[in-house]
């Protein structure tokens, strides 16, 4: 069964670009999550989901961030513009529904330029 | 919010010997006790978790045990080998579902 696939891996943008990552989950997960990991740290959630609904952003900073999950499967995660500071690596994870075992992606790693 | 600590930040070990590493969290709502294990380049990996019902479990040679009272649970590998190195990162979770990363320890094992 495939994991969690995550596109694209790298992504070198310069400042003020916009940016998109896109998730696919676990097939049947119903919850969905994006983490953010700067280096030398854990991963901090931005948003999370459950089908289509974001139960959780009270993390993703809005001005500059937007997600979606269209049909509860699926999901992008933007960024216009970009800044400096948005380098990092952008992680998707998904589970089941009341079960707490997350999925990885291995990430995209973005670096603003 | 949950505070969430990881100690040590790093541990080096020698190929063969026992590792620990503790977490305490400050959410007494937490119910899911996970640990996750991150490779150079990948995303990170669930190895183990407990409930909090359970106070310690076992997987070969890896086991967790929890101290809900004191708010800390703890990750062990025996035997290590050097593909045990890796960042580790605890991230307790509530009730609903919000996992809390900690900041991670570097485990290097020496041959």
């Known amino acids: 069964e495939a994991g969690v696939v995550q596109s694209p891996r790298y992504k070198i943008i310069e400042k003020k670009q916009p940016v998109a990552f896109w998730c696919n989950p676990i097939s049947g997960h119903n919850t969905l999550y994006w983490y953010r990991q700067n280096l030398g740290q854990g991963p901090e959630l931005l948003i999370r989901y459950e089908n289509e609904e974001a139960v959780d952003d009270s993390q993703l900073p809005k001005d500059r961030f937007s997600a979606e999950r269209l049909k509860g499967v699926d999901s992008t995660l933007k960024i216009q513009p970009a800044e400096l500071g948005d380098s990092a690596v952008y992680l998707c994870?998904?589970?089941?529904?009341?079960?707490?075992?997350?999925?990885f992606g291995q990430g995209t790693r973005l670096t603003v330029v | 919010g949950e505070n969430v600590e990881q100690h040590p930040s790093t541990l080096s070990v020698q190929e063969g010997d026992s590792a620990v590493i503790k977490c305490t969290y400050s959410d007494s709502a937490s119910n899911y006790f996970p640990w996750y294990k991150q490779e150079l380049g990948k995303g990170p990996q669930l190895i183990i978790d407990?409930?909090?019902?359970?106070g310690e479990k076992k997987d070969q040679r890896i086991a967790v045990t929890l101290n809900k009272t004191a708010k800390h649970f703890s990750l062990h590998i025996t035997e290590t080998q050097p593909e045990d190195s890796a960042v580790y990162f605890c991230g307790p979770t509530d009730s609903w579902g919000k996992l809390q990363f900690g900041a991670g320890t570097q485990v290097v094992v020496t041959p």
């Open positions: 994870a998904s589970s089941l529904i009341l079960r707490n075992e997350a999925f």
């Open positions: 407990i409930r909090s019902n359970v």
